[in-house]
T-cell receptor, first 114, second 110 residues
Framework: DGGITQSPKYLFRKEGQNVTLSCEQN?????MYWYRQDPGQGLRLIYY???????QKGDIAEGYSVSREKKESFPLTVTSAQKNPTAFYLC?????????????FGSGTRLTVV | GENVEQHPSTLSVQEGDSAVIKCTYS??????FPWYKQELGKRPQLIID?????GEKKDQRIAVTLNKTAKHFSLHITETQPEDSAVYFC?????????FGSGTRLQVQP
């Protein structure tokens, strides 16, 4: 069953701690994305990657880092420099250029600072 | 970069009525405009999309219209049902990445 998997579903971070959110897809999609969603707001783009070993900053990249060492995986690290990380994080992927643009979303990770 | 504005932020309708949500975008290079439905705590689900070479698209009770000249697009839901209650997001592409509107909370009163 093809899809995009995010883990963990819930994550708690202490002040000053780095945490990493996992995103894995078996859809053979080239592009992957990370979005942040705050209560009552839309999705804001953090980082995206079109191909392996390449990624670009989105609108709110400060305090976050990513890597794309494998086509299937696009982990997001929330660093201690991100002062307000409590949010719902969504990972998405899209097929190769020339095919349908449509995003496939993961089920999300809810991050809370404690 | 792309900026997408969405109105209204909340919309309450009676079951059976129609609902209309409107979005404007800023980047004239955008050519793909999807609409997503998100239920509480769930991932967004694509409900309909339109490309810039088409002015209107319909899928059963849902339709989307696009006015490229004015840079706005709208979602129309007819014969609304309680299960249509959710948050709806419009989006426009900036190259391959999507920029989302701030969302519309639709409540369908039985």
């Amino acid at each position: 069953d093809g899809g995009i998997t995010q883990s963990p579903k819930y994550l708690f971070r202490k002040e000053g701690q780095n945490v990493t959110l996992s995103c894995e897809q078996n859809l053979n999609h080239d592009a992957m994305y990370w979005y942040r969603q705050d209560p009552g707001q839309g999705l804001r783009l953090i980082y995206y990657s079109q191909i392996v070993n390449d990624f670009q900053k989105g609108d709110i990249a400060e305090g976050y880092s990513v890597s794309r060492e494998k086509k299937e995986s696009f982990p997001l690290t929330v660093t201690s420099a991100q002062k307000n990380p409590t949010a719902f994080y969504l990972c998405a992927s899209t097929p190769p250029i020339g095919e349908d643009y449509g995003y496939t979303f993961g089920s999300g990770t809810r991050l809370t600072v404690v | 970069g792309e900026n997408v504005e969405q109105h209204p932020s909340t919309l309450s309708v009676q079951e059976g009525d129609s609902a209309v949500i409107k979005c404007t975008y800023s980047d004239s290079a955008s050519n793909y405009f999807p609409w997503y439905k998100q239920e509480l705590g769930k991932r967004p689900q694509l409900i309909i999309d339109i490309r810039s070479n088409v002015g209107e698209k319909k899928d059963q009770r849902i339709a989307v219209t696009l006015n490229k000249t004015a840079k706005h697009f709208s979602l129309h839901i007819t014969e609304t049902q309680p299960e249509d209650s959710a948050v709806y997001f419009c989006a426009a592409n900036r190259r391959r990445a999507l920029t989302f509107g701030s969302g519309t909370r639709l409540q369908v009163q039985p």
